[in-house]
DNA sequence: ACAGCCAAAA
């Protein structure tokens, strides 16, 4: 039995796991050892072997399972590729002779999660309880975490309303759960919450939540905040928290701050650290950095995966930068690299953008996967961009086999057909979107006035200064008319917008955003202003003409990257 | 003595 249990520490291949089985078998033993099949089960389920179905063979083979041997094969059936197959186990588990403990629970829910399997982790979440399992502050964690994953962020509030003591892993689960759910706002009010209430110290993870929150929200001051207390707590030793810092202030608008971060790291680079401050560049334009910062990962011995190469053409696209991208493209496959979806989503949108259109649709047909729906969206906009009709045409009618519904699928068609004085073919678009019940995403804006956050939707009244708002934008439309603006109007989305006028183009959330920020800000003071969609061209051209008029820095993020409005022009240089 | 919370991506 000892010598069993040290051939069993040396197992690392299947082979030995199969030579130790047969060893077993042929002298008569194999059902005697739970502990060693346990052992073997156990090594074959979870990495570095993860081999499941022999897994499954080798369970199946044992004439009386015990728990830890449902819950080896229940665990790493979770942690597979898939974790539907771990509810299926768990479900026969609990019907069979063997009892269900709180490990297996805690398996079986984390699978609910991977699977977003809502249902089923209520099935478990009643099953739980009866077992009388209800109690356990790990497994109301995993509930709590498993809700949340799912997007039931109401549920995941009421587990841990409900539970008597919190740990702090109670409270990371939540704030995570919050800011990886879109609600940021909230996760940053449970993180000061935990602070103040409990006297919680938050940890490595906290924090990871917390500047998660800061960086969706361009929250400076909270981000900035949060670093201090990172720097005091000593937490700037784990790399995964200097990775967020530098991505918080990167999105927060700051990317020397990001930059320093990233120079002035007290412990080693990762991969993620690189893609990260790379991706920032990207995000703010600064092509050749970012170039200059993928060749400089290689010499430090950091190899670039496929999210650095993306990170880099994403820079590339962004400042602009065709020759190198198509070059970057191009060498990817001579560094092993294999190109996947995004990659040539980027290359075309590069190419389509600098009105290579023929080029990025060879492309598109020599890809040797089915192009998305995003990568349709970007052709059917360089389309529009370039007024080619045949292309936009053939991008929509791939968008529509997809089952796209997005309404700027739609309008940017009867835009193509518009400015070819086409109207049959934009009634004909019209009367689509109109049977189709096509969906708007609801378009939505943040900005921080004195260390507090502002939200603002599309036509949104109910602001406190809403008043001072909506005068301020009648002031600036007056200012901007008189220097030559004409709304850049867009039919498709008139007639949409008849039933709910205050979606109109005027009062787009980063315009109410803005005017916020010039009447409650001092003169010279920059304006920034996050943005959860792309940019409008009408939007665009109106903070140009603010930024000249009332000489005002004007910074948004959008969906994709930074725009930095200063005397008229954008540093974007109108490419995007 | 097999559990929970964990960074980047067109």
């Known amino acids: 039995m000892a010598k069993l249990e040290l051939l069993l520490q040396k197992c690392d291949s299947l082979t030995h796991i199969k030579q130790l089985q047969a060893h077993l078998l042929t002298i008569g033993r194999f059902q005697l050892y739970p502990s060693i099949t346990i052992k073997l089960l156990e090594l074959c389920a979870l990495p570095p072997i993860t081999n499941l179905p022999y897994a499954t063979t080798l369970f199946h083979q044992l004439q009386s399972p015990s728990t830890r041997h449902w819950n080896a094969v229940v665990r790493g059936l979770a942690q597979s590729l898939q974790p539907t197959q771990a509810v299926t186990w768990y479900a026969t588990m609990s019907r069979s002779s063997q009892k269900?403990?709180?490990?297996?629970?805690?398996?079986?829910?984390?699978?609910?999660?991977?699977?977003?399997?809502?249902?089923?982790?209520?099935?478990?979440?009643?099953?739980?309880?009866?077992?009388?399992?209800?109690?356990?502050?790990?497994?109301?964690?995993?509930?709590?975490?498993?809700?949340?994953?799912?997007?039931?962020?109401?549920?995941?509030?009421?587990?841990?309303?409900?539970?008597?003591?919190?740990?702090?892993?109670?409270?990371?689960?939540?704030?995570?759960?919050?800011?990886?759910?879109?609600?940021?706002?909230?996760?940053?009010?449970?993180?000061?919450?935990?602070?103040?209430?409990?006297?919680?110290?938050?940890?490595?993870?906290?924090?990871?939540?917390?500047?998660?929150?800061?960086?969706?929200?361009?929250?400076?001051?909270?981000?900035?905040?949060?670093?201090?207390?990172?720097?005091?707590?000593?937490?700037?030793?784990?790399?995964?928290?200097?990775?967020?810092?530098?991505?918080?202030?990167?999105?927060?608008?700051?990317?020397?701050?990001?930059?320093?971060?990233?120079?002035?790291?007290?412990?080693?680079?990762?991969?993620?650290?690189?893609?990260?401050?790379?991706?920032?560049?990207?995000?703010?334009?600064?092509?050749?950095?970012?170039?200059?910062?993928?060749?400089?990962?290689?010499?430090?011995?950091?190899?670039?995966?496929?999210?650095?190469?993306?990170?880099?053409?994403?820079?590339?696209?962004?400042?602009?930068?065709?020759?190198?991208?198509?070059?970057?493209?191009?060498?990817?496959?001579?560094?092993?690299?294999?190109?996947?979806?995004?990659?040539?989503g980027t290359v075309v949108d590069l190419l389509g953008r600098a009105g290579r259109l023929q080029e990025a649709y060879e492309i598109v047909k020599?890809?040797?996967?089915?192009?998305?729906?995003?990568?349709?969206?970007?052709?059917?906009?360089?389309?529009?961009?370039?007024?080619?009709?045949?292309?936009?045409?053939?991008?929509?009618?791939?968008?529509?086999?997809?089952?796209?519904?997005?309404?700027?699928?739609?309008?940017?068609?009867?835009?193509?057909?518009?400015?070819?004085?086409?109207?049959?073919?934009?009634?004909?678009?019209?009367?689509?979107?109109?049977?189709?019940?096509?969906?708007?995403?609801?378009?939505?804006?943040?900005?921080?006035?004195?260390?507090?956050?502002h939200k603002f939707v599309n036509g949104d009244q109910n602001h406190v200064n809403s008043h001072e708002i909506y005068s301020k934008l009648d002031e600036i439309k007056c200012r901007i008319k008189a220097y030559g603006y004409v709304a850049k109007t867009n039919h498709v989305l008139h007639d949409i917008g008849e039933e709910d006028k205050e979606n109109a183009l005027s009062y787009h959330c980063e315009k109410l955003a803005v005017a916020f920020g010039l009447i409650s800000t001092d003169e010279g003071t920059p304006i920034q202003v996050i943005k959860n969609l792309r940019i409008c061209d009408d939007c665009h051209v109106v903070m140009k003409l603010i930024s000249e008029i009332y000489n005002r820095e004007i910074i948004v993020r959008d969906r994709a990257r930074f725009h930095r409005f200063q005397d008229g022009l954008c540093s974007c240089r109108d490419y995007w």
């Open 100 to 344: 269900v403990d709180a490990l297996t629970c805690s398996f079986a829910l984390k699978a609910c999660a991977r699977a977003l399997a809502l249902s089923e982790a209520m099935q478990i979440h009643s099953q739980l309880l009866r077992f009388g399992f209800g109690r356990d502050v790990l497994l109301r964690t995993t509930l709590l975490d498993v809700y949340a994953k799912v997007g039931k962020l109401g549920f995941a509030q009421k587990v841990f309303d409900e539970m008597p003591e919190r740990d702090i892993a109670c409270w990371n689960a939540l704030v995570a759960g919050l800011a990886q759910g879109s609600q940021p706002s909230e996760a940053l009010a449970l993180f000061e919450r935990m602070a103040e209430e409990e006297g919680l110290k938050p940890n490595e993870v906290t924090v990871l939540g917390a500047l998660s929150a800061c960086s969706q929200l361009g929250a400076l001051r909270g981000g900035e905040r949060i670093h201090t207390y990172i720097v005091n707590a000593k937490l700037d030793t784990h790399v995964i928290v200097c990775n967020a810092v530098i991505d918080m202030y990167a999105k927060c608008g700051f990317v020397d701050r990001a930059y320093e971060a990233f120079e002035n790291m007290r412990c080693g680079k990762n991969l993620i650290t690189w893609n990260t401050m790379i991706m920032a560049f990207a995000m703010h334009g600064d092509g050749c950095k970012a170039l200059e910062l993928f060749e400089k990962m290689g010499k430090n011995g950091v190899c670039p995966d496929a999210v650095s190469y993306l990170a880099a053409l994403c820079a590339c696209n962004h400042a602009g930068l065709v020759e190198d991208g198509v070059k970057l493209f191009n060498s990817m496959a001579g560094s092993g690299m294999v190109p996947n979806v995004k990659h040539y």
């Open 366 to 453: 020599s890809m040797p996967m089915f192009p998305d729906v995003v990568l349709w969206q970007t052709l059917l906009g360089a389309s529009k961009t370039y007024g080619n009709v045949e292309m936009a045409e053939m991008a929509s009618r791939n968008l529509v086999e997809l089952g796209s519904e997005g309404c700027g699928d739609f309008v940017l068609l009867s835009n193509v057909y518009a400015a070819h004085n086409r109207w049959d073919d934009v009634g004909r678009v019209r009367e689509a979107m109109k049977r189709r019940d096509v969906k708007k995403i609801p378009g939505f804006g943040y900005i921080e006035v004195e260390g507090v956050i």
